[in-house]
């Protein structure tokens, strides 16, 4: 089972000393700053610092933000397509401010995900500055730029998204006030995620081989740059980037749907970014994240099926929104007391019933773990080995539909659009207005990458937030999260809340 991962590079970003410096949950602003030496560089460059940002993204601590359950809570629990889950009981606390809109200004999520995230941005400035500083300029050196380049990026991504105005910190810390600074605006916040995706993009490579699973490439730059474009309606440039992708001839859809979200399916033809995840036998080389152990069916240990902890549970309106015919449902949900039909991506069990024995009637399939790896690493009760699907081929190809429709090509976007349905055996639609190829683009969106964190944000770009969750609580004014308190109370006056809060 994945015998790519026990690679030098795999061994090599997940045990870098760097980790032990950011294994705690202290505070952004209370972190030293991370150093480097000269016995830290590898080669004249910057890999050992960069290679722990891979590591960093998705492990126990800052990758709780960005795959764990502060980041299932703020790009999933706000759709309609899914909900706290688990328990009643277990994070009560999360459904005000998560399902129904009711933001807290000092919750454990939200001030987890800002500190995690901070804390990956200083890891990438602090490489960035090792680099300037060494004045690399080789090809090594230059992509090991351009990796860290697009970790900020990435992140930066997420805080703009979720806050709005943040604190834009593109520089080393020496000192944990140097971080102590008022809010960019959101154009100037976007403009650094231009610039550092472009460089990336410019100088990342088109491929790395099975040396390097999951290592970025220039068509995972490209197909960011083209989300952060149509998150700001930008649509020429957003397809410009996405055709890009397509152009690269690198990626193509994987033959079965539920297939991409099996162990088989790992770092498939459809994967532009993922992040790596491993758990060898018997609990043995632990390298992997929380992803899916916290979206796992919830049980009791004595059925058999508690595989997890249950929370990101689906919706009845998702369930509801499929096509009968759409086999992306039986993929995506599992039904409790029902079969996991092996059809579409099953082992032959039979789920307990709800709720006599489970918390909730529905699961997410795209995380159900196999038995046969389960009981090969001992871990019975969570899928800390389960990749993270970060961006797909199916993904891109969707974006350069909406942005063809939105610029007069809807012949051109109803071709790329059936593409992605032609894979799951759905018939094609053809282009008759933009608005009727819109709203067919919107809900091939919704099938296509349900439960995957794009839905929340799909609907505050298109405009549709308020009609569509406007029944939970939705306003205006939730298309952004309040800045948490502690970072505004350790700022001493110099961070300001977003005026709506």
């Not at 016995?39 to 940002?53: K, P």
């Not at 706290?84 to 998560?98: H, I, L, R, T, Y």
């Not at 060494?134 to 090809?139: F, G, S």
Request: aromatic share 14%; charged share 20%.
């Amino acid at each position: 089972m994945k015998q790519r991962l026990k690679s030098n590079w795999f061994i090599l970003f997940a045990l870098l000393p760097v980790l032990a410096a950011i294994s705690s949950c202290e505070k952004f602003l209370d972190r030293k700053p991370l150093t480097a030496t000269l016995d830290d560089i590898n080669q004249g460059g910057i890999e050992g610092q960069v290679f722990g940002l891979y590591s960093a993204v998705k492990d126990y601590d800052i990758g709780n933000t960005f795959g764990g359950i502060p980041w299932q809570a703020v790009h999933n629990f706000r759709s309609d397509d899914s909900e706290k889950g688990s328990d009643a009981a277990d994070g009560a606390e999360w459904v005000a401010p998560f399902d129904n809109f009711q933001y807290v200004k000092d919750l454990w999520a939200t001030n987890f995900y800002w500190d995690g995230h901070y804390q990956l941005i200083n890891l990438t400035n602090t490489a960035l500055q090792t680099a300037d500083s060494l004045k690399l300029n080789d090809q090594a050196g230059k992509i090991n730029i351009a990796e860290a380049r697009f970790f900020r990026a990435f992140a930066y991504f997420d805080m703009v998204r979720c806050f709005g105005e943040v604190p834009k910190i593109d520089f080393r810390l020496y000192d944990p006030s140097q971080a102590n600074i008022p809010k960019s605006t959101v154009p100037q916040i976007f403009a650094l995620i231009d610039a550092d995706l472009q460089y990336a993009a410019a100088n990342l490579p088109v491929v790395w081989g099975s040396k390097y699973p999951g290592r970025l490439t220039s068509g995972a730059a490209k197909a960011l740059l083209a989300k952060a474009y149509l998150f700001r309606g930008n649509f020429a440039q957003a397809l410009s980037y996405s055709q890009q992708v397509i152009a690269s001839n690198q990626y193509s859809l994987f033959s079965s749907y539920y297939g991409i979200f099996k162990d088989a399916g790992e770092n498939s033809s459809e994967s532009i970014l993922e992040w790596q995840n491993y758990m060898g036998p018997n609990r043995t080389d632990d390298r992997g994240s929380w992803y899916a152990t916290c979206q796992g069916v919830r049980a009791a240990n004595a059925t058999g099926w508690n595989l997890g902890w249950g929370w990101n549970t689906p919706t009845d309106a998702f369930v509801n929104h499929f096509d009968p015919a759409d086999v992306r449902k039986g993929s995506s949900v599992l039904f409790s007391g029902q079969s996991d039909d092996p059809s579409t991506g099953g082992y032959g069990g039979t789920l307990p019933a709800y709720p006599t024995v489970v918390p909730r009637k529905y699961w997410n399939k795209k995380v159900y773990a196999d038995p046969a790896v389960r009981s090969s690493t001992g871990w019975s009760d969570g899928a800390y080995w389960i990749n993270q699907r970060v961006i797909r081929y199916a993904d891109v190809l969707l974006m350069a539909a909406e942005c063809l429709n939105e610029t007069g090509g809807g012949a051109a976007a109803a071709t790329l659009l059936n593409q992605v349905r032609s894979r799951v055996n759905m018939p094609a639609i053809a282009f008759v207005s933009q608005a009727q190829l819109r709203i067919a683009i919107k809900n091939e969106r919704r099938s296509e990458l349900g439960l995957e964190g794009e839905r929340f944000y799909d609907l505050v770009r298109w405009g549709d937030a308020v009609a569509v969750l406007g029944g939970q609580g939705y306003q205006d004014r939730c298309k952004y999260y309040p800045i948490p308190q502690p970072a505004i109370d350790r700022s001493n006056g110099v961070l300001v809340q977003n005026p709506l809060w």
